[in-house]
C-alpha cells in the first residue's frame, strides 16, 4: 500500500512560497511559506502535517489495541505537537508529544494504560520517526 503527496516551491526560502498536495485530494495546492513554518503564518507547514499523521495513526492504533483488550472507546482525542528544533547550522524535529484523552467504558488504568502504551509504541507513524516520542495519556470516566 502506497499513499502520495507532492510539494512544489517557487523562489528562495525566505520569500518564496509553495503548495502541498494529497494523493487523495484532501490536500490540493495547499499553500505553505517560511512565514507558515517559522512564523505565524495561514498556510499549512510539514511539522503541522506530522502532527496531524502522528495524531490519526495514534488513534487508530489505540481502538486496535482497545479491541485486543476487549474494550471499545466512546471517544479518543489525540493531540500531538511536533518539535522543530535549531541544530547546528539547520533544524532537526527532536520530539513528537501526545496528548491523549479517551472514554472507555469499563476500562482499568492498567487496560488503558498498556493499550496507550502499545499504541504509542507500534503505530506505523511512531516507527517511523526517529525521534522521541512521548504521550500524555488521561482516561476520564
Not at 11 to 16: F, K, P, V
Not at 101 to 106: E, M, N, Y
Not at 125 to 130: A, R
Amino acid at each position: 500500500m502506497d499513499r502520495n503527496a507532492k510539494a512544489q516551491w517557487q523562489g528562495d526560502l525566505r520569500s518564496g512560497k509553495g503548495t502541498i498536495s494529497s494523493g487523495s485530494g484532501t490536500l490540493s495546492n495547499t499553500p505553505y511559506s517560511f512565514r507558515d513554518r517559522f512564523e505565524q503564518g495561514t498556510g499549512t507547514n510539514p511539522e503541522e502535517l506530522l502532527a496531524a499523521a502522528h495524531a490519526g495513526c495514534f488513534s487508530m492504533a489505540l481502538s486496535l489495541m482497545l479491541q485486543n483488550e476487549g474494550l471499545k472507546a466512546d471517544s479518543i482525542d489525540t493531540t500531538c505537537t511536533v518539535t522543530l528544533d535549531k541544530e547546528g547550522e539547520g533544524f532537526a524535529i527532536k520530539k513528537s508529544a501526545l496528548k491523549l484523552v479517551a472514554k472507555i467504558p469499563g476500562a482499568s488504568q492498567d487496560a488503558f494504560n498498556r493499550a496507550a502504551q502499545n499504541a504509542k509504541e507500534n503505530c506505523p507513524v511512531s516507527k517511523l520517526f526517529d525521534t522521541e516520542i512521548t504521550l500524555d495519556a488521561e482516561l476520564e470516566s
